[in-house]
């Protein structure tokens, strides 16, 4: 079956230092993915997408990710954090146009 | 501006009621999604439609029901038979590419209670 990983339920970074965000796929061809952004009782927010171009991809805020077929992997990550980034993070993978599976997340607190 | 209105943001429910949750959107997508999130469990797909007048069953349809009459609009109901409600619900559109995987939009959502 396919499925979503997010290796950490939650990471705490202090303001300025980087943040990594992991992500494991399964799947035996390359997916689609993407990285999206919740706040509190908002939507959800796309941050990047992956779709078979470059392997880093930038998204907004200064959040990129890097995919990488061998580790079936797609860490997101951001050099230095700010206090606007605490939220829930969500990898999503795509298999084909119906079928989307979500990461069960991952929730960043910055801390001052 | 472009995008995806859920209504109410909050909504309580009682003992054997239906309600209906409303999604609405002009990004004139063809594709529309219902999600249902709980806590620490990410998003499940309820329902889906790819086109009007056609949807199909997500993971967990049971006791939720949807109609597809507009482009834009994607009502979910949740009937008396769903016996654990109480979420936070997610409606989402996307394109039909030619290429498909295009991402989904999200609205802000409409949390549901039980009184």
């Known amino acids: 079956a396919q499925s979503v990983t997010q290796l950490d339920s939650h990471v705490s970074v202090s303001e300025g230092t980087p943040v990594l965000l992991r992500c494991n796929y399964s799947s035996s061809y390359s997916p689609s993915l993407f990285w999206y952004v919740q706040h509190p009782n908002k939507g959800l927010q796309l941050l990047l997408k992956y779709t078979s171009a470059a392997t880093l991809v930038k998204g907004i805020n200064g959040f990129e990710a890097e995919f990488k077929k061998s580790e079936t992997s797609f860490h997101l990550t951001k050099p230095s954090a700010h206090m606007s980034d605490a939220a829930e993070y969500f990898c999503v993978v795509m298999y084909n146009n119906n079928d989307m599976r979500f990461g069960a997340g991952t929730r960043l607190t910055v801390k001052p | 501006d472009g995008g995806i209105t859920q209504s109410p943001k909050y909504l309580f429910r009682k003992e054997g009621q239906n309600v209906t949750l409303s999604c609405e959107q002009n990004?004139?997508?063809?594709?529309m999604y219902w999600y249902r999130q709980d806590p620490g469990q990410g998003l499940r797909l309820i329902y889906y439609s790819q086109i009007v007048n056609d949807f199909q069953k997500g993971d967990i349809a049971e006791g939720y029901s949807v109609s597809r009459e507009k482009k834009e609009s994607f009502p979910l109901t949740v009937t008396s038979a769903q016996k654990n409600p109480t979420a936070f619900y997610l409606c989402?559109?996307?394109?039909?590419?030619?290429?498909?995987?295009?991402?989904?939009?999200f609205g802000d959502g409409t949390r549901l209670s039980i009184l």
């Open positions: 990004l004139n997508h063809d594709a």
């Open positions: 989402a559109s996307s394109p039909v590419g030619r290429f498909g995987n295009q991402p989904q939009h």
